[in-house]
T-cell receptor
Framework: DQQVKQNSPSLSVQEGRISILNCDYT??????FLWYKKYPAEGPTFLIS?????DKNEDGRFTVFLNKSAKHLSLHIVPSQPGDSAVYFC????????????FGEGTQLTVNP | DGGITQSPKYLFRKEGQNVTLSCEQN?????MYWYRQDPGQGLRLIYY???????QKGDIAEGYSVSREKKESFPLTVTSAQKNPTAFYLC?????????????FGPGTRLTVT
């Protein structure tokens, strides 16, 4: 039972354009969402998070949007840079999960110069 | 230099042998976690610990064991009962064991069992 799904295994964009990574969840108890970035053979690093009381959170080039009714969130990267090429994981948690995170499968983003 | 240390970076073992992966943190975080990553799959939770001397099974605990004798350390043993042990193993920590919070990850250990 995959409670967090990233349906696109890969995404390729041109440098300078927008990258949009999508994530869907099924558990209505989830109320806090995070995005992580991962380079090969390294641990993931935290990018940005959003609480269910908001529908948008912005940090520099990164913006996360949350649509609670659709149980959908997305990460926008503008402008995309070659150094953004990595695997992006979305994760979710809720009151009943404590500090446990449930991760999606990840999306490999490639930004072409 | 604060952070999470996982050693070694690469580990090779013969089938049938138990192997222990190390995870040490000096962030003074309460909670610690073990995940494995396989190609095309997300991070799957093996075990987690919210406090010293206590730990809970995650989603794929079979074939693994852990201990939490000190706040700083959360070693993972991959036993011979684990059917597919070859994977990338990640240790993580979070400040709080009770509330939603970001998790911080170590650099990972690549285990290869032949």
């Amino acid at each position: 039972d995959q409670q967090v799904k990233q349906n696109s295994p890969s995404l390729s964009v041109q440098e300078g354009r927008i990258s949009i990574l999508n994530c869907d969840y099924t558990n209505s108890m989830f109320d806090y969402f995070l995005w992580y970035k991962k380079y090969p053979a390294e641990g993931p690093t935290f990018l940005i998070s959003i609480s269910s009381i908001k529908d948008k959170n912005e940090d520099g080039r990164f913006t996360v949007f949350l649509n609670k009714s659709a149980k959908h969130l997305s990460l926008h990267i503008v402008p995309s840079q070659p150094g953004d090429s990595a695997v992006y994981f979305c994760a979710a948690t809720g009151e009943t999960s404590g500090s446990r995170l449930t991760f999606g499968e990840g999306t490999q983003l490639t930004v072409n110069p | 230099d604060g952070g999470i240390t996982q050693s070694p970076k690469y580990l090779f073992r013969k089938e049938g042998q138990n192997v222990t992966l190390s995870c040490e943190q000096n962030l003074n975080h309460d909670a610690m976690y073990w995940y494995r990553q396989d190609p095309g799959q997300g991070l799957r939770l093996i075990y987690y610990s919210q406090i010293v001397n206590d730990f809970q099974k995650g989603d794929i605990a079979e074939g693994y064991s852990v201990s939490r004798e000190k706040k700083e350390s959360f070693p993972l043993t991959v036993t011979s009962a684990q059917k597919n042990p070859t994977a990338f193993y990640l240790c993580a920590t979070s400040r709080s064991a009770r509330e939603a919070d970001e998790q911080y990850f170590g650099p990972g250990t690549r285990l290869t069992v032949t």
